[in-house]
């Protein structure tokens, strides 16, 4: 099985100031990793995702995730975030092989001030 | 955007009364979820389907069924309505593994159970 925790539940920063949204992930096999943006009263929309191949993954709106599997860890970065950027961001994970559970992290809520 | 729809997009019930929900796909994709979304809990699985007659349960899935009689629709049935079913219901579609990984989701049902 797998299970994802977000460590924040929700993440106040100023505008133009740099972001960190931390996700730890547990799983007995190899995963797929994503991150996932709702904004208001909206549906959910996939910011990046990791695969396979470089660590590194660069996704919509200038955020990019890390991929390190030592630490079990996905965390999501942006330089310089906007007032846009005011959302719920979700973690997810999902088995490479075998039943294709998507399993979702509690979410945290970013909040940017000007 | 991705053909997904999901109907009714509001709905007031009674307690002990039943409620089926429709996700309706139009992009012929194999798996479909449903989930649930509250406030802490993040999106939690209910069930999901990896094909027509081929369902799964999630991490929530008292309380519910599902059926999928045809490819492009995934039914969620709540037998006896109660008051800790009042959510905002997602469903998601997705067609597969490697690249077409990247799930859909739905604009969301809100339930409420009074």
């Known amino acids: 099985a797998q299970s994802v925790t977000q460590l924040d539940s929700q993440v106040p920063v100023f505008e133009e100031a740099p972001v960190e949204l931390r996700c730890n992930y547990s799983?007995?096999?190899?995963?797929?990793l994503f991150w996932y943006v709702q904004y208001p009263n909206q549906g959910l929309q996939l910011l990046l995702k990791?695969?396979?191949?470089?660590?590194l993954v660069k996704g919509i709106n200038g955020f990019e995730a890390e991929f390190n599997k030592s630490q079990t860890s996905f965390h999501l970065r942006k330089p310089s975030v906007h007032i846009s950027d005011t959302a719920e961001y979700f973690c997810a994970v999902s088995p490479i092989q075998g039943a294709q559970k998507l399993v979702f992290g509690q979410g945290t809520r970013l909040t940017i001030n000007p | 955007d991705a053909g997904i729809t999901q109907s009714p997009r509001h709905k007031v019930t009674e307690t002990g009364t039943p409620v089926t929900l429709r996700c309706h796909q139009t992009?012929?994709?194999?798996?479909m979820y449903w989930y649930r979304q509250d406030p802490g809990h993040g999106l939690r699985l209910i069930h999901y389907?990896?094909?027509?007659?081929?369902?799964d349960k999630g991490e929530v899935s008292d309380g519910y069924s599902v059926s999928r009689s045809k490819t492009e629709d995934f039914l969620l049935t709540l037998e006896s309505a109660t008051s800790s079913q009042t959510s905002v219901y997602f469903c998601?579609?997705?067609?597969?593994?490697?690249?077409?990984?990247?799930?859909?989701f739905g604009q969301g049902t809100r339930l409420t159970v009074v």
């Open positions: 799983s007995s096999v190899s995963v797929y």
């Open positions: 389907s990896y094909g027509v007659k081929d369902t």
């Open positions: 992009e012929n994709h194999r798996y």
């Open positions: 998601a579609i997705r067609g597969g593994g490697g690249e077409r990984t990247e799930a859909f």
């Open positions: 990791y695969l396979s191949g470089s660590t």
